[in-house]
């Protein structure tokens, strides 16, 4: 290992710090997460998402190839969705497979220490089988065509496009490990990987000094997210010990690493805390990749570095993963999570007592 290599392991919070103290203007400069312009030629995105991976674990991408109003009508349906009637939207309730109607307060908060999430949601997932019983399989639950018409039809298409941005977004972050660009494709030939429209409801804002959230601060179960929202303010990420804005911006998505990243490159890549304080109605579609299901998260080589501690217990698989950090949010069981979690690792960072006070 050269120094270079070696100096990653102390990068991220380096360059934040110093971003902390830089004065521009005399003002002080504002965190930011940065803009990774998928039209660029690969070996500039990819130096750009490299250090948006090391600092902040999250990016906006801009020129991704979607159509707004490919956007725009997925918001549409969604709105159609949750304007259903609850007894309606109750029917599809989702069951062991996470897919179908997430209702308002019905235990769907990633984070075992804060209260329930405010909102209501829906899961699709890009594959089904028959296996009801198996976690995270199974079939979707779509609405009938009569009583959302075009539902099902604009979410898979939102599906197929969000899947494409994935594939680049991959590419460039194999390349933003120094590894050829095609290294993750055996490993999401099968992804384990949804849309989830989410409805965060008016009348329920959050309040973060009562440990009340859109949804509580977590990190990501997968491995990328590509998140849609509408002009609503609210998602916050946590950045050495400070929450800064995510704001919506036009003609971008927001990418963010999860938990499999940060554990195949040890915490080099980082699957950053984030949370949604939002103040009104607001919808928000991310769309969540996690690797094949019995894809290994043990340490990549390239990412294992002399006198740095790496993450090996216990080597698990996706599917175990998504199974545990699932289990851990639906039972509450406060050891598993604070042996396994990479929401744990990051907890004692949060500015606020209440969120684990409960
Ligand atoms: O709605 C958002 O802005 C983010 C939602 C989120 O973080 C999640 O569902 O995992
Ligand atoms: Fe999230």
Redesign the pocket.
């Given at each position: 290992m050269d120094a270079a290599n070696l100096s990653w392991a102390s990068a991220p919070l380096n360059r934040i710090q110093a971003a902390q103290g830089r004065k521009d203007n005399e003002e002080t400069t504002q965190l930011q997460v940065p803009v990774v312009d998928l039209a660029e030629p690969d070996e500039v995105a990819a130096r750009k998402m490299r250090a948006a991976c090391e600092d902040y674990g999250f990016f906006y991408v801009a020129n991704h190839g979607v159509s707004q109003q490919l956007v725009n009508e997925q918001f549409q349906a969604s709105k159609q969705f949750f304007t259903q009637p609850l007894e309606a939207k109750l029917k599809l309730k989702a069951n062991r497979g996470n897919r179908g109607y997430f209702p308002f307060g019905t235990g769907s908060a990633?984070n075992p220490f804060t209260q329930e999430d405010r909102k209501e949601a829906f899961n699709a997932y890009g594959f089904e089988t028959e296996d009801e019983d198996e976690p995270f399989h199974g079939h979707n639950k779509w609405p009938a065509e009569s009583a959302v018409p075009g539902f099902r039809a604009t979410m898979e298409r939102y599906y197929g496009a969000m899947h494409s941005v994935a594939q680049r977004v991959l590419r460039l972050l194999a390349l933003a490990l120094d590894l050829p660009a095609g290294f993750f494709e055996e490993r999401f030939s099968r992804p384990v990987a949804n849309i989830?429209a989410?409805h965060?409801i008016a009348g329920q804002p959050s309040n973060a000094e009562q440990g009340i959230f859109?949804?509580g601060p977590?990190t990501?179960w997968g491995a990328l997210?590509i998140?849609a929202?509408d002009n609503e303010r609210?998602?916050q990420i946590c950045v050495g010990s400070t929450w800064i804005d995510v704001d919506p911006r036009p003609g971008m998505f927001?990418v963010n690493l999860g938990d499999m990243v940060d554990r195949w490159t040890n915490g080099r890549f980082r699957s950053t805390l984030?949370?949604?304080v939002n103040t009104s109605e607001?919808f928000?579609t991310?769309f969540?990749m996690a690797a094949n299901w019995d894809a290994e998260l043990a340490v990549l080589p390239s990412c294992q570095v002399a006198g740095q501690p790496v993450q090996t217990s216990p080597a698990v698989t996706c599917g175990a993963w998504l199974t545990m950090r699932r289990t851990a949010e639906y039972d509450k069981r406060r050891r598993m999570v604070e042996e396994e979690s990479a929401v744990t690792q990051q907890l004692p960072a949060l500015a606020s007592p209440h969120i684990r006070a409960q």
């Open positions: 990633k989830r989410v965060y859109g949804v977590h990501d997210t998140l929202t609210g998602l927001v984030h949370r949604v607001r928000s991310p969540f």
